[in-house]
């Protein structure tokens, strides 16, 4: 039997930089100016209390057959998950999500200040980006172990419709309020779905 764990946080250190390179502010490119500056900063203090940090996970074991990843509850055939995941003999498959304020926030501002829903879009790709980052680092530090970059249904080979598996066995509904819709789409849309293999200890 897998246990399901759920984790929250609370507010993670911001990366400027990061949230930027969402907007559209690709390097090469010059340093923001300060109306983007001033945008940013305006938009960070105005979502920073309507955003939550929450994420369910659990452990299961991994066997690969060519291009067929086996993880006990369900199996997905790619051949990019399975080179990612190819060192390894058990993964973490895990749901995160900052939650409805931000979708709110951005679907206001469409309305009203594209600019301004543009910047909170990016704010809350940062956001979910920061969660993921921060909870396989966390991860690997309280079980002692090294992960592999974590991979979502969408890369490479690896069906959307992966999706579906992950939201049955981690039960997102009810542990995080995360949706899935028809089109393989989730709600609230700054979330994030993925594995995450435990490389084999030498």
């Keep these: 039997m897998i246990t399901i764990i759920t984790k929250t946080y609370k507010a993670l250190p911001f990366r400027a930089k990061e ?41 299961f074991p991994l066997n690969i057959n060519d291009d067929l990843c086996d993880f006990g509850v369900f199996s997905v055939q790619s051949s ?31 309305r009203i200040s ?3 829903s543009v910047m909170m879009d990016a704010i809350g790709s940062e956001r979910v ?3 993921c980052d921060k909870f396989c680092k966390d991860f690997a530090l309280e079980n002692d172990v090294k992960l592999r970059p974590r991979f979502s249904p ?3 080979d690896l069906p959307l419709k992966t999706q579906k598996d992950i939201f049955s066995v981690l039960d997102c509904s009810r542990k995080i309020g995360l949706s899935l819709n028809n089109s393989l789409l989730m709600s609230p849309t700054k979330s994030v779905t993925a594995f995450a293999g435990i490389l084999r200890k030498e």
């Design 114 to 116: 594209p600019a301004r």
């Design 19 to 59: 949230a930027l390179r969402y907007a559209g502010c690709k390097a090469p490119y010059k340093e923001p100016d300060e109306k983007t500056i001033n945008l940013l900063n305006s938009c960070i203090e105005e979502a920073e209390d309507k955003l939550t940090y929450s994420l369910c996970y659990g452990k």
């Design 80 to 110: 990019t998950l399975a080179k990612n995941l190819s060192p390894c003999d058990s993964v973490i498959i895990f749901a995160a999500t900052t939650g409805v304020g931000i979708d709110r926030l951005i679907s206001k501002y469409g």
């Design 154 to 156: 969408g890369y490479g």
């Design 129 to 131: 980006e920061a969660l």
